[in-house]
């Protein structure tokens, strides 16, 4: 498949934007060096327009043209620092209240949104008459007011991006927090930001000629758009409103370009899609699993606050096994495949009498190396498991640099044999693309990859295989069988298709409504054999496929 890359699209509001605040830029670089002498030379006072002064002088004789020009790079300078000073403690702050445990959270959110409810422009008046008039005390004022904005805006996006799997899979991974945050959350907050750095731009910039224009701000001999606004203010009264005209000008084009950029940008803007679900096939027939317990689980519950989620579940995988889960929707497989890996969503608690895994009790803290040696995760969508901002081969060997504290050419080395395993084809160049380059197909048998390259003990699969089409489901079941014949890892399938957990699984776990209302032997899996009433119930619901059915040896390329 070739790659597939976002077709550019034509966005005339961004590029006349970004011409506008270009000029207003080149304006602020030269206009000092070039007008300051000569918009201090003093001539006629309240000069109308003409050839010599094009919008007239002032109540001193200076002329308005001049000065409004000059005047643009000290209030460039002033926005830039206010916005820069909002953008950059309203993120730390936003990324910081996702890293701090979740009662504290829960506070500080509130006290961001009463603070985004207080009106910025008479907190700033308030910080401004508190440090005494001036253009840094101005900066500093609107700069704070600004900050519980991109505080709560980067706390949301946080608290929607810490859901992705990339995320959970770095959590798990034992990546530290912060290095999540860095790593993986911000550049994928990064468009909404800007978006809101933009519009934030201009309101800075209104705000800050406003400060001025009331006297808060710059001080005489310093002067900005605000300032000469406010010294135009006798000449409007008196009938003279050529003198507004230059720095009002000069705002409202500036605050254009920069409107026009978060829009521009606000548009570009375009969520990444998800591949159409498809059935799928079958793959060849299980194998003979052990008696010796690889993970034990003993009276598992999982609450949300008082309501029980699972109730009280027990069972076991044996070392090489492949246990499914079926179920209906909602009926806790996915919250009893994760607890196991020890990552249950904030919110939820477990209890278990017995919860063990080899020689840990994963009822008690695990160092997440050992946890990453143990368990290995591949998820249903391979769209919202890499990280979009980061190349594949960044993210592939992280797990093999952050726990085998392997170097970066012994990592990519090992990545590099495991996409080999998985039939990846070119696996050199698919480590230099970025996640959208590759097909559903190739970012799946890219994760069972990184799964490999650890050497689990255990693989929990969770609906690998849902969001892929029927040629490529075949080809990730087969190389999931190959895997667990070849490197004895166990395997925990959880899915939907009774046809393939039939032919891939050993043993079979029925859950409905919280409970493992059956556990079966997957070659019973039949109207004719099941037991309980809702297996046979689940089994009729279900179009019968026929297990012996081989998928076709196609290879990867063929349809990726
Ligand atoms: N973070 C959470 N907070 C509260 N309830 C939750 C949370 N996560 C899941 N649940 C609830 O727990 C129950 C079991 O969820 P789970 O995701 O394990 O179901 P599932 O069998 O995997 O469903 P599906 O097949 O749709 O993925 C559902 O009723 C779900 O709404």
Redesign the pocket.
């Known amino acids: 498949m070739s790659p597939r890359s976002r077709p550019r699209r034509r966005n005339p509001g961004l590029v006349l934007g970004l011409a506008l605040l270009g000029g207003i830029v080149l304006v602020a670089a030269l206009a000092p060096i070039l007008f300051t002498e000569r918009a201090a030379v003093l001539g006629p006072r309240f000069a109308a327009p003409s050839s010599g002064h094009w919008l007239g002088t002032d109540a001193a004789g200076h002329d308005v043209l001049l000065r409004s020009l000059v005047a643009t790079r000290l209030t460039l300078l002033m926005t830039v620092g206010a916005t820069a000073m909002s953008v950059v403690f309203g993120v730390v702050l936003g990324t910081g209240v996702w890293l701090v445990r979740p009662r504290v959270r829960e506070v500080c959110l509130r006290v961001i949104d009463a603070m985004v409810a207080f009106p910025g422009l008479l907190l700033a008046l308030v910080v401004a008459a508190v440090l005494g008039a001036g253009g840094s005390s101005a900066v500093i004022a609107i700069g704070l007011s600004g900050i519980p904005y991109f505080a709560r805006l980067t706390a949301n996006l946080a608290a929607k991006v810490s859901q992705q799997e990339y995320v959970s899979t770095a959590g798990l991974l034992g990546v530290s927090r912060t290095r999540i945050a860095i790593r993986h959350m911000l550049p994928n907050m990064a468009e909404p930001l800007l978006v809101l750095t933009a519009s934030t731009f201009a309101a800075t910039l209104t705000a800050i000629s406003a400060l001025s224009f009331v006297g808060l701000g710059v001080q005489s001999p310093s002067y900005d758009w605000g300032k000469l606004l406010n010294e135009a203010l006798p000449s409007l009264l008196a009938d003279r409103p050529f003198q507004m005209v230059g720095p009002a000008f000069l705002i409202v084009l500036t605050g254009l370009g920069a409107v026009l950029i978060g829009d521009g940008l606000a548009a570009a803007a375009n969520p990444r899609g998800h591949t159409a679900p498809g059935r799928s096939a079958t793959p060849p027939a299980a194998q003979e699993a052990t008696g010796e317990q690889l993970a034990d689980v003993r009276d598992l519950w999982i609450h ?1 606050g008082d309501t029980p ?1 699972v109730k009280g579940i027990s069972f076991g995988i044996g070392p090489g096994e492949i246990v499914g889960i079926v ?1 209906e ?8 495949a994760m607890s196991l890996a020890r990552l249950l ?1 904030d ?2 608690t477990s209890m278990a009498s017995r919860m063990a895994f080899g020689d840990l009790d994963l009822r008690r803290p695990v160092p997440p190396a050992l946890m990453a040696e143990a368990v290995s995760l591949i998820y249903q969508d391979p769209g919202s498991t890499f990280n979009p901002a980061l190349r594949m081969g960044t993210q592939l060997t992280e797990v093999l640099r952050t726990h085998k504290r392997l170097g970066r050419r012994e990592a990519a080395r090992r990545i590099l044999d495991a996409l080999r395993v998985v039939h990846l084809t070119r696996p050199e160049q698919r480590m230099k693309q970025h996640p959208h380059e590759l097909s559903g197909g190739m970012r799946q048998r890219a994760m069972i990859a990184a799964a490999l390259s650890v050497e689990p003990r255990l693989i929990i699969a969770d ?1 690998p295989t849902t969001a892929l089409d029927v040629t490529v489901q075949a080809e990730i079941l087969r190389e999931l069988k190959r895997v667990n014949r070849e490197f004895g890892a166990s395997i925990m399938f ?1 899915s ?1 298709d009774i046809g393939v957990v039939r032919a891939l699984c050993d043993r079979v776990l029925v ?1 409905y409504r ?1 409970e493992i209302v059956e556990e079966i032997a997957a070659a019973e899996l039949t109207v004719e054999t099941a037991r309980h009433p809702y297996t046979r119930a689940l089994l009729e619901a279900t179009p019968d496929i026929d297990a012996s059915w081989t998928p076709p040896r196609t290879k990867e390329h063929s349809h990726g």
Do not use: F, W
């Open positions: 949300a989620l179920g929707s909602g009926s806790g497989k996915t919250l009893t969503p919110g939820l609906e959880i939907h859950m919280g």
